[in-house]
């Protein structure tokens, strides 16, 4: 946090389980806090994912926290897509949220999270995205396997070209997980990539892209509402 705040960052995103998978506290408990604390110091904002409790026995909520630069929660998001599948079962430990997320309104525009798994339900970025979402934040921790990190690489870039919109994919490294934390635009361009290491990628994102390449792309003045149907 410090280092970004040194070269000028205004926002950090952490990944997925920041705070360490299995552990978990309350959203105002000393980890958030913590970094609540740090952040009002730095005068940077700050996206992390947590355990939280809830309430129930060995389980917890998956949460991500956005924290504003004076060290307030404007924003907390508890996945509602576990990640149940290649042979993984995340709801033997985790309690989904019964909530899709909100975009959350700060001075750079309407930032929404989803996470992980959650890139792969296109229906909740096109609700994020009418409802005026201009970045969309997702924290992973995203598995290693068997074409995976190219199912997360096409996933991101879908959904930044599909809606015309930001999107920051932030991944956990390390033996279990692939990384690739990548920052792709309105038209699909991946304009950073961390590959497959730690490290702090610093980008700079200008919101009129997205009127430029809506311009030349509408494909949501295209959308024919008068022909979806929605089924429950």
């Known amino acids: 946090m410090k280092e970004a705040a040194i070269i000028g960052a205004q926002i950090i995103v952490f990944p997925e389980y920041f705070m360490g998978k299995g552990a978990s506290e309350d959203v105002d408990g000393p980890f958030i806090s913590s ?3 740090k952040a009002r110091d730095l005068g940077i904002s700050v996206i992390a994912g947590i355990g939280e409790k809830s309430g129930l026995p ?11 630069a004076d060290g307030s929660i404007i924003g907390t ?73 190219e199912h997360w690489l096409t996933l991101v870039k879908a959904r930044a070209l599909e809606n015309t919109i930001f999107v920051v994919a932030v991944g956990q490294t390390g033996n279990e997980y692939t990384g690739r934390s990548v920052v792709v635009d309105p038209f699909g361009v991946v304009i950073a990539d961390a590959g497959e290491e730690e490290k702090l990628l610093f980008v700079e994102i200008d919101l009129k892209r997205i009127k430029d390449v809506r311009t030349k792309l509408p494909v949501l003045d295209h959308r024919r509402e008068d022909l979806y149907t929605v089924h429950s």
């Open 35 to 37: 970094i609540s604390k």
């Open 77 to 149: 998001y508890r996945k509602t897509h576990l990640f149940n599948a290649f042979n993984v079962k995340e709801s033997n430990k985790v309690l989904a949220g019964d909530k899709l997320p909100h975009p959350i309104n700060t001075e750079f525009g309407k930032i929404s999270i989803i996470t992980c798994y959650e890139i792969r339900f296109p229906e909740i970025s096109r609700i994020l995205t009418q409802m005026g979402t201009v970045i969309l934040v997702v924290p992973s921790a995203w598995k290693k396997g068997l074409m995976k990190e």
């Open 58 to 68: 060995n389980k917890y909520y998956n949460t991500i926290v956005f924290i504003n």
